[in-house]
């Protein structure tokens, strides 16, 4: 009886335990990380090897899902919008939906399970199969040489992703909206671009996808790197990134956004 | 350096990534549509503005010819102050009306200007003379109430 109560508060007790000795180390790592950067940055050919792995082979679902995400807010937002008689904002309903908060979130919400999954297991393995500790004995430092490339890509690709999936997704609207329901293509873009702010808007959500890109990125790396050195250990690793990486994601969205956009008008 | 074959491919993004952003800040924002300080700027002073917003269009026979620079208080006569810049191609009489209307029953409030027959036409920083202030919803539905109630006086038995 008395060894079920302690094993009880045991398991409290160790459950923040590891939680904080968790984010410690991610907090060791993310600093070091950050002190090899420099390094990195100069070594290109790296960042844009990574850069073709997570960016240019996430191209498609980004752009197809955005164009399929905009077809889908012009059909439901012209439903609601003719009511009052004004089916001409549909092209501001969109546009700012998509700009600020669809197009950075779910092109991380993609990217997270398109692109991050494939570096922490890849990374994984790496460790699994010993190939860091050998670029380690060879005086290669993995950091730079393997983390820092890929998390790197992460950062610069988000942006670039989120904008091409905004603009998949109005150029869907303008397909619906527009070729379809017939909206008048004028007022259309004009009502869109009266109330879309370059400043506030575009930059904010472009803002936000970088700060996506930095969480998903270090989420990503890290979880590889510390995967356990088994099957299961980078199966259950890859499932950790994209969950932990989604609700990064998700939180990080609803304090960007109230930082932003409250108190604006 | 070493030529990478990922170049191309990565090139390629990378343009199409910055194309995309380039069409957000001009077509979908209002970048190309700055104004560039051109024009002449006017001022008018309301009773009630509304729901005026810095930006808001200002519109001749439904065209629009302008945005609205700034809105203030007035300290003293406690009107509002409402400054806009009008475009340098359009010219208006000096006996030009501006009123504060709505687009549509729920749209954005813009201000309209009537231009009147003065041969002498405004110029930077002139102020209108003749302005309607917006409509209030709430004042106007009271409004009609009392003149119910005034129509019909309640039978005192």
Redesign the interface.
């Known amino acids: 009886m008395r060894t079920t109560i302690y094993a009880f508060f045991e398991a409290i007790g160790h459950f923040f335990t590891s939680r904080l000795d968790q984010l410690g180390l991610a907090a060791r790592f993310t600093g070091s990380l950050l002190l090899v950067l420099w390094v990195a940055i100069r070594r ?2 790296l960042i ?2 990574e ?2 792995f997570s ?2 082979r996430s ?1 498609l679902i980004i752009a197809v899902s955005g164009l399929f995400v905009g077809m889908v807010l012009a059909v439901q937002g012209y439903e609601v919008l003719q009511r ?3 089916a001409e904002s549909l092209g501001v309903i969109v ?1 700012l939906s998509l ?1 600020r908060e669809l197009g950075p979130v779910v092109t991380a919400l993609l990217f997270a399970g398109r692109a991050s999954s494939a570096v922490t297991a890849e990374i994984g393995l790496m460790r699994a199969t010993e190939q860091l500790a050998a670029m380690d004995m060879m005086a290669v430092d993995p950091l730079s040489r393997v983390i820092a490339p890929r998390f790197l890509a992460a950062v610069v ?1 988000m ?3 989120a ?2 999936f ?2 998949a997704g ?1 150029f869907g609207a303008w397909i619906i909206g527009v070729q379809l329901i017939g909206i008048d293509d004028g007022a259309f ?1 004009s009502q ?3 109330s ?3 400043r506030v ?2 930059l904010g959500g ?1 803002l936000k996808s970088v700060v996506f890109g930095t969480a998903v990125g270090l989420i990503s790396v890290f979880e590889g790197y510390f995967a356990a050195p088994t099957a299961e250990g980078i199966a259950s690793a890859t499932t950790r990134t994209v969950v932990t990486s989604s609700l990064a994601v998700l939180l990080l969205d609803l304090v960007l956004t109230i930082m932003m956009f409250r108190g604006l ?1 | 350096m070493n030529r990478s074959k990922f170049d191309v491919a990565v090139g390629l993004f990378v343009a199409i990534g910055l194309l995309a952003m380039v069409f957000m800040a001009l077509k979908v924002g209002n970048l190309a549509s700055f104004d560039n300080g051109a024009g002449y700027a006017l001022e008018a002073h309301f009773d009630n503005i509304g729901g005026l917003k810095i930006r808001a269009p200002v519109k001749s026979a439904g065209v629009v010819v302008g945005r609205v620079e700034a809105v203030g208080l007035d300290a003293e006569t406690y009107e509002a102050v409402v400054r806009f810049r009008i475009y340098p191609n359009y010219r208006f009489s000096k006996d030009t009306i501006a009123s504060i209307l709505t687009s549509g029953l729920l749209g954005e409030q813009y201000v309209g200007l009537e231009s009147g027959g003065d041969p002498v036409y405004l110029g930077n920083g002139d102020r209108l003379g003749k302005t309607q202030s917006a409509m209030i919803l709430e004042k106007l539905i009271s409004q009609f109430l009392f003149s119910k109630a005034a129509e019909t006086p309640a039978k005192v038995p």
Do not use: E, N
Request: hydrophobic residues 55%.
């Open positions: 290109t050919g844009i090897r850069l073709y960016g240019v191209l009052y008689g004004s546009a700009v690709s942006p670039l992703l904008a091409i905004t603009t109005i873009w869109m671009q009266a879309v702010d370059v808007d575009v472009l008008s």
